[in-house]
């Protein structure tokens, strides 16, 4: 089972450059979420959503733009990356809310 | 702002022993849930145990337990028989304020090592 999928695993950046950071799940799953982790931070969420074709914001959106045009995608965008945006990012996916979080195994993003 | 707290930065045990990993967190909801993840060298994060609000026994999974002290908002984790596969940060997490959306607040973890 390939549960949560993320795609890069790494990557660098220069201070300006745009990403997309993708993830996949095929688990069905309605709610997904993008968190950043920053040492000593926990982790932190970015954007989510509850279903294809929503997405909200959470407690550190600015700098990203999200999308879920597909149920089992979840795309989180970098328009104009900055240092500040190096962290390790990950996304998440559940079925139902507060039931079990299954997680991506992270993209270590640095920007220089 | 809905806080969760975890006070132990590090902590260490040896194999075999038991530890408890400490958590405070901050709600006005009657609702929510509790969890506590566990995140190894690996980077994966994997949901270790979880507690609903409502119910009054506290939950285990084999060596894991915890301590639920609702009306202290204290969510202690127990480790039972400790092995070397348990290093790893550790991080308490409930349900964020409003949590219709599903989300979790986490807090900063605590790194625990397991010394042989």
């Known amino acids: 089972n390939a549960g949560v999928t993320q795609t890069p695993k790494f990557r660098v950046l220069k201070t300006g450059q745009s990403m997309t950071l993708l993830c996949a799940q095929d688990m069905n799953h309605e709610y997904m979420y993008w968190y950043r982790q920053d040492p000593g931070m926990g982790l932190r969420l970015i954007h989510y959503?509850?279903?294809?074709?929503?997405?909200a914001k959470g407690e550190v959106p600015d700098g990203y733009n999200v999308s879920r045009l597909k149920k089992q995608n979840f795309l989180l965008g970098l328009e104009s990356a900055a240092p500040s945006q190096t962290s390790v990012y990950f996304c998440?996916?559940?079925?139902?809310?507060?039931?079990?979080?299954?997680f991506g195994q992270g993209t270590r993003l640095t920007v220089v | 702002a809905q806080t969760v707290t975890q006070s132990q930065p590090e902590m260490s045990v040896q194999e075999a022993e038991t530890v408890t990993l400490s958590c405070t967190y901050d709600t006005s909801e009657n609702n929510y849930y509790l969890f506590w993840y566990k995140q190894p060298p690996s980077r994966q994060m994997i949901l270790v145990i979880r507690q609903e609000a409502y119910k009054q026994q506290n939950a285990t999974e084999n060596r894991f337990s915890v301590n639920f002290q609702k009306a202290a908002k204290s969510f202690s984790l127990k480790i039972s028989d400790s092995q070397l596969g348990d290093t790893a940060m550790y991080f308490c997490?409930?349900?964020?304020?409003?949590?219709?959306?599903?989300?979790?607040?986490f807090g900063k973890g605590t790194k625990l090592s397991v010394k042989p």
């Open positions: 998440a996916s559940e079925f139902y809310r507060n039931t079990e979080a299954f």
């Open positions: 997490s409930t349900t964020r304020r409003g949590g219709s959306q599903g989300n979790l607040i």
């Open positions: 959503s509850v279903g294809e074709g929503t997405t």
